[in-house]
């Protein structure tokens, strides 16, 4: 007779519990969003319903519509009541059998959890220590997937350091982004003018190889708002060891200065003027959104 | 108000079934194996366990022994009473809040499922259709994660094409493995002496970009068995169109034939000799395990 265990438990397989065949479990098979508010207002919304879309067509998830998303993350919020809220939820293709090709018109599954907002006042005010890590995940990290085992063994190593955050870094030792976050970094560069002479803001442009961080859409409106300078190339691990300034920016706690990279210090060990500078700017996008 | 929605509902958070706190359903944390029995034996369950253990080592979950995994497996499967059984089980790092980073001694979650396999004489006998498709995975697939998308991704185009198998095929143009099978290649080699004079069995070597398959293993004891020489080397997409022979291995199935190789035929269009023989070879392994 099919049989099923769970711990040490053995039950006949119609009795597992459905969420035991979601295919999330079974495959990672789903696309999820972080969208945050600020004081009672959503941040940025359709930037990440947008981005939601692509990453359910990129996997060909079908059967559940970004107007039907749109609403349920509406009214969970409405309901919640948390000013400061991370909104979490992702769709998997549905549950069944473990087979990796679903049966026809499978129904997909939709989880969301609303809770508030942890304060990141101390590492926004003193900045966080990050360490490099390599970048072991897969060819398709513009997709935000639920395959996350790289970012969570990367994330790991972090911690076990006493880090925040693994910087990821590609075969030729290029900076993608973080385990969890973009990543930026102030560089000298002699051609830049404007308010910010001598320096421009740099980050990995978008490719496969990243996620199309809306944060990081944010953080290049700020630059421009206050006259920095964007080149969108990857940073060398030695450039973003020689950097003037270095943080990460992440939809729950938009800009983080990064002030010790592989146990080095940043600029004076402590969050530079531009990073400052950025960051209010960020909060401009934020009160205008 | 902390909130959760599980499609359309909506609950408190801490009414959310425990399944779906798992770190399999947020990141696919974990880790798995497939076994299988032939006529009430379970085939090669050591180098499953082994396996397994390398698995659980290389992502650092902690706090299950292999004993218990090995208990609970018989016991399910003395339980079940099915002769050609497929054993399914993973381990993932625990339930929680969705943190990269586990709470400390956070206790790890067993599943296993045990149901009848599936005839497979059609494909054994008649041989299968493939494609080819890039190769999108991470940089750790010698390790059985849970983190399985674009092996799902690959399987389902191969599906939609009318196909068995997706063979996976990385940057330099070379094949690695299977969506979820080794694969194989019977070549002319002219050095080649012995039984089969002018012919090797071609696979890729054990490396990171693979799966150590613990059929692979057998399959290659079962070539030196009927004294077809063995060259682990990957097989590159035009040599695999140019092959005398081509196959799968799968625990599920262990040698399945290729006889379509992206559209084109392979041999006579039917499973050849030395696939053949070595299927034969590869029942005397299970005669004697």
Redesign the interface.
């Known amino acids: 007779?099919?049989?099923?265990?769970?711990?040490?438990e053995?039950m006949p397989?119609e009795a597992?519990?459905i969420?035991?065949r979601?295919?999330?479990?079974?495959?990672?098979?789903g696309v999820y969003e972080v969208i945050r508010s600020y004081k009672g207002h959503i941040f940025a919304l359709e930037d990440h319903l947008m981005r939601f879309a692509n990453s359910l067509e990129a996997?060909?998830i079908r059967g559940i519509t970004v107007e039907t998303v749109r609403q349920?993350v509406l009214?969970?919020f409405d309901?919640?009541?948390?000013g400061n809220a991370k909104i979490?939820?992702?769709v998997t293709r549905g549950s069944g059998p473990?087979d990796?090709?679903?049966a026809p018109g499978l129904a997909p599954?939709?989880?969301?959890?609303?809770?508030?907002l942890e304060d990141a006042t101390l590492e926004k005010t003193q900045g966080i220590s990050v360490i490099t890590h390599?970048d072991?995940?897969?060819?398709?990290c513009d997709i935000k997937?639920?395959?996350?085992?790289?970012?969570?063994?990367a994330?790991?190593e972090a911690?076990k350091q006493g880090c925040d955050e693994a910087i990821l870094v590609d075969d030729q030792g290029l900076i993608t982004e973080g385990?969890?976050s973009a990543f930026f970094a102030i560089c000298g560069d002699s051609s830049a003018q404007g308010d910010w002479p001598g320096l421009c803001l740099r980050t990995t442009a978008l490719h496969v190889n990243i996620l199309p961080s809306v944060t990081r859409k944010y953080v290049i409106k700020s630059a421009q708002a206050i006259g920095l300078t964007v080149v969108e190339r990857s940073v060398a691990v030695p450039e973003a060891k020689a950097a003037q300034e270095l943080f990460l920016a992440v939809t729950t706690r938009d800009i983080v200065p990064i002030v010790k990279f592989d146990g080095q210090s940043i600029g004076q060990g402590k969050p530079g003027k531009a990073t400052q500078a950025l960051m209010q700017a960020f909060q401009q996008c934020i009160d205008e959104d």
Chains 1, 2 share one sequence.
């Not at 997937?145 to 063994?153: F, I, K």
Request: hydrophobic share 45%.
């Open positions: 007779m099919p049989l099923a265990m769970i711990q040490d053995l397989l597992v519990p969420p035991f979601d295919r999330a479990m079974y495959f990672g098979d996997v060909d349920r009214t969970a309901q919640a009541g948390i979490y939820f992702h473990r990796p090709v679903e599954n939709f989880y969301l959890t609303i809770t508030e390599p072991l995940r897969w060819k398709r997937s639920l395959n996350l085992l790289p970012n969570v063994l994330k790991r911690h385990s969890a």
